[in-house]
């Protein structure tokens, strides 16, 4: 079973960037569970909730009058 947070080190590979850049998205998406109620731990973020926001593409939303 995979563990249900994920590393700055862990992220840095996936996403081919720096470790210290890696420790910024994890603060980024951490400041976002926080917002919504989430308890969160410094340096890890919830491994699925990484993958939602890393791999979810959404279309962008249409204005109303465009096609």
Avoid: C, H, W
């Avoid at 995979?2 to 081919?16: D, L, N, P, Y």
């Avoid at 976002?32 to 340096?43: H, M, P, R, S, V």
């Avoid at 973020?45 to 009058?65: D, H, I, L, Q, S």
């Amino acid at each position: 079973m995979s563990e249900k947070f994920i590393r700055a080190e862990e992220v840095a590979e996936i996403m081919e960037i720096s470790v210290p850049y890696a420790y910024k998205i994890i603060k980024q998406l951490n400041e976002e569970l926080d917002a919504k109620g989430y308890i969160t731990i410094t340096g890890r973020v919830n491994r699925e909730y990484f993958n939602e926001r890393v791999y979810t593409v959404k279309a962008p939303e249409k204005k109303e009058g465009e096609n």
